[in-house]
């Protein structure tokens, strides 16, 4: 699986994106940059006060090379003019107006904003930011002005898990609390699209604590519509629930529990009933079975915008540079070809 990364970051380099980071002056986004930089697969945007930025990378030791680097910050850039237009603009129908649009750009609170408004205005390819800034605060801002693909369409975050002979995705373990049925669709649906785009051929389980029909309950309903819907709307792609976990992932107990399923236990894409269950479920499976867990990568918005978990290292962030760099290209080229 590891070889799986290798591709993220060759097809990330054959055609690297700029890559904004709103959070510019945090030390493991540095730490970061200078891996990016060195293995040369995105162009990177720091945000925040360079004096600040190049005296924490000198006591680091990081040899940044700032020539690759572009610096902006928001208290003297001619840019935040520029976008306290556009920002107003896009939130005029909300009564944002150009004093309220540049006083929270030029906040502290406001740089996930400013990163956001580079990548609306296409001065950036995409955004990655959350090492100091729960999800909510971090999303908020594209969800506002870079909006969903569709009209009341989903957005949902996956963690790629990458262990050693086996690859998984699991959605949506970021941002939908209590999904109803629609929103499962939707996340299946951008899911299976994310696994196509990296050359990933999709198997999805819808997860539940039943497993065709052994319990009944409301909670279980909501994930047998959804599969219903998905299946009608999707004929061509494998997907099987409600099921257990076990079910999913392990071909002898798919076997016993639904031996007439599709997916025999070979399951790649788990769609959670909820966020508890997604949240709990790639954290365990990152800390006890050693898995590399990269995301949340954001599904259904427009452009690129992701997430980090706070807990995050330096690593994490290239890897998710890297695939916010493919997504912006459209496509993992070297993972499907």
Not at 30 to 50: H, M, R, S, V, W
Not at 199 to 207: I, K, S
Request: proline residues 5%.
């Amino acid at each position: 699986m590891h070889n799986f990364l290798r591709k993220v970051r060759a097809s990330a380099k054959a055609n690297p994106k700029k890559i904004v980071f709103p959070e510019g002056e945090e030390p493991r986004i540095l730490e970061a940059t200078e891996t990016i930089i060195n293995q040369g697969f995105a162009n990177p945007i720091l945000i925040g006060d360079p004096r600040k930025m190049k005296s924490r990378a000198k006591k680091q030791n990081l040899k940044i090379d700032w020539g690759k680097v572009k610096i902006i910050n928001p208290k003297t850039s001619k840019l935040t003019e520029k976008y306290t237009e556009a920002f107003a603009e896009a939130r005029k129908g909300k009564g944002l107006t150009k004093a309220k649009a540049r006083k929270i750009l030029k906040s502290k609170e406001g740089i996930n904003y400013f990163g956001t408004m580079m990548v609306h205005t296409d001065d950036a390819d995409g955004m990655v930011s959350g090492t100091t800034f729960s999800t909510a605060n971090t999303i908020r801002p594209a969800l506002q002005i870079i909006k969903t693909e569709e009209q009341f369409h989903t957005v949902s975050g996956i963690f790629f898990m990458v262990l050693e002979k086996r690859l998984l995705l699991f959605a949506d373990a970021a941002i939908t609390i209590a999904p109803e049925s629609h929103d499962l669709v939707d996340i299946a649906e951008d899911t299976v699209k994310t696994a196509k785009a990296f050359g990933v051929d999709p198997r999805v389980a819808f997860l539940s604590f039943s497993t065709k029909g052994s319990a009944n309950h409301p909670r279980v309903d909501r994930v047998r519509q959804a599969v219903k819907m998905f299946k009608h709307e999707y004929p061509d792609v494998i997907c099987d629930g409600e099921m257990q976990v076990d079910a999913a992932l392990v071909p002898k107990v798919a076997e016993k529990k639904c031996p007439s399923s599709p997916i025999q236990g070979n399951a790649n894409i788990l769609v959670f009933p909820n966020l508890e269950a997604a949240n709990i479920s790639y954290k365990l499976v990152e800390r006890l079975a050693g898995a590399k867990a990269i995301g949340p990568l954001l599904q259904g918005l427009r452009k690129p915008v992701n997430d980090l978990s706070r807990g995050c290292s330096a690593k994490d962030i290239v890897s998710v540079t890297a695939f916010t760099c493919c997504q912006a290209q459209g496509t993992c080229e070297y993972c499907v070809s």
